[in-house]
């Protein structure tokens, strides 16, 4: 490594989803602040929010049809508001993809709160491109999904886009930077970009950077969160888990510890697994910056707790395509559950279920009884045909459809209700929904045909 290369940059990651905890970005900006304070002269801290999934983005756009001023992350205030001041006076810039399907009403939602604030004006960018959604991005679509997109009510279509949109941001300036879709890693090679001045196509470097964005994403999963299983991978102070922080050099290699006075752990195990999170293939894990590989990769713990250096990451050319997902209405899901408890209680849920299939005639139903088998079944109930009754005491009933029309979703929740009543014995505790249902497709565009931009956005624009 260059010896004149700037100081390692520290990554803070204080959400991994949409409804997260929000006391989280407390307890990294303090560590931040301190690792700043005791760190070398030209040390750069960052605070990432990473909030999106495929489903969150469309029910994004749901929300800014019924508002123009709505679809950004919901939990925006909750979650920045406890640190936006004391950030941005410790010059710890703030990358997000909270922005959603609205990245400039979030923007204008953060300058409204710095001000109520009394903080300084932050400088904020947006970063836009990813959003297909409208109808002129229609004929590209249908171009790749053909006949797919016949009679589709599109909802939300989004490009996963990368990171030199966020480092052009940081490099003229913004302290934030409000995105929409960006694929989750970019959002720590993105501000490693600007730290360090790599090129877009220093592949080795992106893909290391890549890889330490992929253990930042999801919060605390990496420290240990969905790592807990008692008794066979235990995990202390599960109560308070940290959320990661990451160390990356000039070279890409990184370090990931926690957030200070924090419970859960970082270890080789807690690394590897959040490694392994979503790669289908460990020599080409696909993002729109690099192709990242870590067939070579090593996972180290350092002397201490809770740190775990990563190393041996390479990169190589990225794909010349973006990813896109358009999610579309489709149509209704209908759910209700009943309990039942006492001497044959699964024999009585077993009973309901099948009532239920010959009343609802025309519906496909999902039946699960939770306690007995749920998660291991199938949508065409062939495990719970299987599986002899176990004799349990306390079952709880599910059912669920869907359906195109609500007409006839509605019917379960009718039916459910009535076994109150209509039998068997026992039953109670009823409770139905009826939601819209979306579904999702998936393809690839050129590059070049969806541009992706910032504009640092002045005072006017965030009134």
């Known amino acids: 490594m260059n010896a004149n290369a700037p100081p390692p940059l520290l990554i803070g990651c204080a959400a991994g989803f949409s409804g997260d905890r929000t006391d989280a970005a407390g307890q ?78 979030a923007a204008r939602h953060i300058a409204r709160m710095a001000r109520e604030l009394g903080a300084d004006a932050p400088r904020i960018a947006v970063v836009e491109g990813d959003d297909l959604s409208g109808p002129s991005h229609r004929a590209l679509l249908h171009e790749t999904l053909g006949a797919q997109m016949e009679g589709l009510r599109i909802v939300s279509a989004n490009a996963y886009i990368g990171a030199e949109p966020i480092a052009a941001a940081l490099d003229a300036g913004a302290q934030i930077v409000v995105c929409g879709r960006v694929a989750d890693p970019s959002l720590a090679v993105g501000p490693a970009m600007s730290h360090f001045g790599w090129r877009a196509d220093d592949w080795h470097r992106l893909g290391r950077a890549t890889m330490a964005g992929h253990l930042l994403e999801c919060g605390a999963q990496v420290c240990g969160g969905y790592f807990a299983d008692p008794g066979y991978k235990d995990v202390p102070g599960l109560d308070n888990v940290g959320f990661p922080i990451a160390e990356i050099d000039a070279d890409g290699q990184c370090t990931i510890g926690k957030a200070d006075g924090t419970g ?3 270890s080789e195990a807690t690394v590897k697994e959040q490694l392994l999170y979503e790669v289908h293939d460990p020599s080409a894990y696909l993002t729109p910056d690099v192709v990242a590989d870590i067939a070579e990769a090593e996972v180290r713990a350092l002397p201490g707790e809770d740190r775990v ?27 209700g559950e009943i309990s039942y408890a006492g001497p044959r209680a699964e024999a009585r849920a077993r009973l309901a279920a099948e009532v239920l299939r010959k009343r609802l005639d025309g519906l496909a139903l999902r039946v699960d009884l939770i306690g007995a088998l749920s998660i ?56 139905t929904a009826l939601t819209p249902r979306l579904n999702t497709l998936s393809c690839l565009l050129p590059r070049e045909a969806v541009p992706v931009r910032f504009e640092l956005l002045g005072a006017e624009a965030l009134a």
Request: overall charge positive.
């Open 309 to 335: 250096e990563l190393s041996g990451v390479r990169g190589h050319a990225r794909p010349s395509h973006y990813k896109v997902n358009v999610c579309h209405e489709g149509g209704w899901l209908a759910e």
């Open 264 to 266: 859960g752990l970082v």
């Open 376 to 431: 291991l079944g199938d949508d065409a109930g062939r495990m719970l045909a299987d599986t002899p009754d176990t004799g349990l005491r306390d079952v709880r009933l599910r059912v669920a459809a869907t359906h195109a029309e609500r007409a006839q979703a509605e019917r379960l929740a009718r039916e459910v209700m009535a076994l109150y009543t209509c039998g068997p014995a026992g039953g109670g505790g009823v409770r």
């Open 28 to 105: 990294v900006v303090d560590t931040l602040i301190a690792r700043l304070a005791g760190g070398p002269a030209g040390q750069r801290a960052f605070l990432i929010f990473e909030t999106l999934a495929e489903r969150t983005l469309a029910l994004a756009q749901l929300r800014r049809r019924d508002n123009p001023d709505a679809g950004y992350e919901p939990l925006l205030d909750a979650m920045l508001r406890p640190v936006l001041a004391r950030s941005l006076a410790h010059g710890i810039r703030i990358v997000s993809n909270f922005g959603a399907a609205n990245p400039r009403a």
